[in-house]
């Protein structure tokens, strides 16, 4: 019996000495544990040098965070982009701009998917760069856009496909000789157009050029202009042809224009004035006609019912009659004059009687003054 025990507990000290798939738990000690988390430190550690040299996947933002071009403000929906000699418009202008301002840069050109995706933009200033062209579809993006500042560029002629939406524009100072018929065709939401200082005769202006708008205020001030034109939108409430070339104005000069409230001729060479071309602007409250040539006050300011103020220094004047400015009886002149000025005329002021200014609202409305030859 006992040989054979003898066996069995052989056999059993062989089975615990061989090796084994499964190891029994062993517990560590502490500083065990802290060498596994440095080996984990270590492969983070590894990973943050991958990224830094470019080794690990780039991050891509989503793309629905808003971005800032380079050196633009971006804030409150506006991004300022001035005065920083750009060539071109800047990528990366968020979605959601209302305004954008390229002023004062080195902008050459505009091309077909500049502005792609700027859907919300009310306003844009282009002012004070090199623009030459313009391509046909480059605002075509711009569905809600109101103003447009285009001044002091190298256009030679109106941008075409200008969004339905726009209210105002300024294109002064430019290069425009021409403006061709239906260049501003289904613009009938446009209010304001400010294009002056660009080397345009009477004969640029195709017929049919300002079909269809139905303007308010319309600026074509220093510019080559030799007498008014005949075919401004009907609707003007302003209309300001200042430093121009105009010798006179005739009968049917201004026949157009029944709505008008304000008319500038300033600075022109202008002589005379024709009888009765006034009085097809029964509504006007205020003329400008400083700096001309004129030699008396013009026929018709008594009939004027509605005027109030009568820019007239500067001219040849040499005599004032006791009618050239008020009616005859009472009840005919709707409102008083608050502004009238004689200056700078070789009239002398004593010889003027009282009575030529008795509908003026005050004395003090009358600037009057020694010629100075």
Partial sequence: ??????????????RLLSPSSALPFEQRGFWDFA??????????MTMMRDEEEGSAVEEILPPDIPMCPFGCHCQLRVVQCSDLGLTEVPKNIPRDTKFLDLQNNRITELKENDFAGLTNLYGLSLRN???????????????????????????????????????????????IKKVAA??????????????GANPIQNSGFE???FKGLKLNFLRISEAKLTGVPKDLPESLHELHLDHNEIQAVELEDLSRYKNLYRLGLGYNHIRNIENGSL???????????????????????????????????????????????????????????????????PVNYWEVQPATFRCVSDRL????????K
């Fill in 35 to 44: 060498m596994d988390s440095m080996d984990s430190m270590d492969s983070m």
């Fill in 279 to 345: 009085s097809y602007l029964p509504r006007l409250r205020e003329l400008h006609l400083e700096n001309n040539r004129l030699t008396r006050v013009p026929r018709g300011l008594p009939d004027m019912k509605y005027l109030q103020v009568v820019y007239l220094h500067s001219n040849n004047i040499d005599q004032v009659g006791v009618d050239d400015f008020c009616p005859r009886g009472f009840g005919m002149k709707r409102a008083f004059y608050n502004g009238i000025s004689l200056f700078a005329n």
């Fill in 365 to 372: 409305a009358i600037q009057f003054g020694n010629y100075k």
């Fill in 207 to 209: 017929p049919g050029a």
């Fill in 1 to 14: 019996m006992l040989p054979h025990c003898s066996v069995l507990l052989l056999l059993c000290v062989v």
């Fill in 129 to 175: 760069n090199h623009i030459s062209k313009v391509h046909p579809r480059a605002f075509v993006p711009l569905k809600h856009m109101q103003k447009l500042y285009f001044s002091k560029n190298f256009l030679t002629t109106i941008p075409k496909n200008l969004p339905a939406s726009l209210v105002e524009m300024r294109i002064h100072e430019n290069r």
């Fill in 182 to 195: 239906g260049a501003f065709s289904g613009l009938s939401n446009m209010n304001c157009i400010e294009m």
